[in-house]
């Protein structure tokens, strides 16, 4: 038997609550720079595990247990996922996009999506000319120059009436869903899905009762995916000692992904932690081995210059933060069928909560003393 097989059977951390708080999460809207709903969702959940909170000028959340202790540790997730802007409307119209942060435009063709306007959701699909008229020879493919949105309407006013204009955000409506009862399925896990995993260590310090000596930041951050913008502020405003981050990565196994590329890295395989200038060693080494003491497995990937995650603008904040960051491995991410497996998550609940517990008040990362 498998370790990932013995592991399907063990009993699951998680509650009916935290199942219902994920769907209701994950199913929300949070468009970067449009994060304040979904945040608001998750301050409701986490409200009852922590001491207090607080969020700021731009939307990013924090929940605090021990606010009055001198040292501080920072868990983060970020809060936002990709979109899309109005970017011009035709006269005959029919819309076109600019993006808000990575949206990928080779999957649009034939979506549905959700236009936000201040009147409320007006729905529209991504248009796309038939197989049948299309020439073979001078095939086009999806690009930001060809894909429209289709809104039913005739004309430019007749869009503008339902309250649409340049500038208002688009999202997919595609709902969270479980495969074949191994794998969660949806848009936007990345990363509100370590918005959920972050919730449900101060759930879990909560109900064993769990005393730190150290002041405890959940950190659910926005606009992350336009430049790690939310964290940056925020570590600057908490100036915290020690930052975990959680955010997804790439699984590698399934076709036309490369392993040269982008590492050998499994679904279903554990928690990934990653080897970075941004990731502080001795962090790390008490990450791997909490790991290895509460048999969580784990795989390592190698981040090169930069993890391209919130890790790095803790990392490179103030006088420096000693971070690391545990990552839950995804595949196809930035796409609305963005897939983590169950156990997964499992793992990098346990993995960050025993981390936590691990570290000591004044814990002292420094690599020279």
């Known amino acids: 038997m498998t370790s990932t097989m013995a592991k399907s059977k063990l009993k699951s951390i998680l509650n009916p609550d935290s199942i219902k708080f994920l769907y209701q999460y994950l199913n929300n809207a949070s468009p970067t720079g449009f994060e304040s709903e979904g945040q608001k969702i998750w301050l409701n959940y986490l409200k009852p595990y922590i001491d207090t909170h607080f969020v700021d000028v731009y939307g990013t959340a924090v929940g605090v247990i021990n606010p009055d202790a001198p040292f501080k540790v920072v868990i983060e997730a970020h809060a936002d996922e990709i979109s899309w802007f109005v970017h011009y409307i035709t006269k005959d119209g029919y819309i076109y996009l600019k993006r808000n942060g990575g949206s990928d435009h080779q999957i649009a063709p034939s979506k549905r999506v959700n236009i936000h306007t201040d009147k409320g959701i007006v729905p529209a699909v991504f248009g796309w000319p038939a197989i049948h008229v299309r020439d073979a020879a001078k095939e086009e493919?999806?690009?930001?120059?060809?894909?429209?949105?289709?809104?039913?309407?005739?004309?430019?006013?007749?869009?503008?009436?339902?309250?649409?204009?340049?500038?208002?955000?688009?999202?997919?409506?595609?709902?969270?869903?479980?495969?074949?009862?191994?794998?969660?399925?949806?848009?936007?896990?990345?990363?509100?899905?370590?918005?959920?995993?972050?919730?449900?260590?101060?759930?879990?310090?909560?109900?064993?009762?769990?005393?730190?000596?150290?002041?405890?930041?959940?950190?659910n951050s926005v606009q992350e995916e336009v430049g790690l913008n939310g964290a940056t502020m925020i570590a600057r405003k908490i100036n915290p000692n020690v930052a975990i981050v959680t955010d997804v990565c790439h699984d590698t196994q399934s076709p036309m992904m490369s392993k040269v590329n982008s590492g050998d890295i499994a679904c279903g395989k554990g928690p990934v932690l990653s080897y970075a200038p941004a990731v502080h060693n001795n962090l790390l080494k008490l990450i791997i081995d909490v790991a290895k003491k509460n048999k969580i497995d784990f795989q390592r990937l190698a981040a090169s210059r930069a993890t391209g995650t919130d890790t790095d603008a803790f990392a490179y904040s103030t006088d420096g933060i000693a971070s690391a960051l545990i990552s839950l491995p995804l595949k196809y991410m930035h796409t609305t069928v963005e897939s983590v497996h169950k156990q997964d998550v499992e793992e990098v609940i346990k993995l960050i909560y025993h981390s936590v517990k691990a570290i000591k008040n004044k814990h002292d990362f420094k690599y020279i003393k």
Not at 191 to 210: H, P, T
């Open 141 to 219: 493919t999806p690009t930001l120059k060809n894909i429209f949105l289709d809104l039913g309407c005739k004309s430019d006013k007749e869009v503008e009436e339902l309250g649409v204009h340049v500038g208002c955000v688009v999202t997919y409506p595609d709902e969270l869903t479980e495969l074949n009862n191994r794998f969660y399925v949806g848009r936007a896990l990345d990363n509100r899905i370590g918005g959920f995993m972050i919730a449900q260590v101060a759930r879990m310090l909560k109900e064993n009762k769990d005393k730190l000596p150290f002041g405890l930041y959940i950190v």
